[in-house]
């Protein structure tokens, strides 16, 4: 069973910015001027999609973009947003069952991953990944230990608390750098937020065609 946020999405937002302030709003929109003009852009597990404000504060016009989320409350949220005069289709399924073309220029996928197992996540990577050009950028956001031990208290703690409320099944953060160098992707760029707890990375896919 995959989690589902439709029990936290009336405060999810707010309870985000009580615990972490703008940390995770902020390490999301750093990423966000990098999405080149007129791109066609694919968003993974938007939650109540403040990102569609976000990027339309930045990018007006021009984009178009496919917004896959699996909450339908979530959803219901999301499409309440600014989009300025971009097309957004909202599609309200798991991405795995979204039948996605693959001709995406960017892919983002924001505190996606959490969500998954090591033996769940190479099933949806591999799904987001035909999605994604030749060439194209993934950014992602997530959290990382690096050796702090309140960092693993919180996220011991987030995890439980939204496996009793939304059935997140994992325990742990997955292994996702692994399947980045397995697809064949190199950071571009990447920064931390909230004392290194979260990290956004560009990912560039490496399987350019040759000229
Ligand atoms: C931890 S929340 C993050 C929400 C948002 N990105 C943010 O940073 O505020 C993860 C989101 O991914 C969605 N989600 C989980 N699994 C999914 C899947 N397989 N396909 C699409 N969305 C999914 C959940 O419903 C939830 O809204």
Known sequence: MPAN???SASFYDRLSRL???KALVN?????????????KVLIVGGGTGWILDEISKLHPSGLS???VEISANMMALSRKRNIGTNHVEFINKAVEDAGLPADFDVVITPFLFDNFTEDTLPRVFQH???TLKPGGLWFNTDFQ?????WQYAMLKSMLLFFKVLCGVPSWRLPDVGKQFNKFGYEVADEKSFFEDFVVSKVFRSRSVPAE
């Open 19 to 21: 615990v972490f302030g």
């Open 27 to 39: 390490a999301q929109a750093w990423l966000l001027p990098r999405i080149p003009k007129d791109a």
């Open 5 to 7: 946020y439709d029990n």
């Open 65 to 67: 973009i496919t917004y």
């Open 128 to 130: 987001i990944h035909q």
């Open 145 to 149: 230990l690096t050796g702090k031990w």
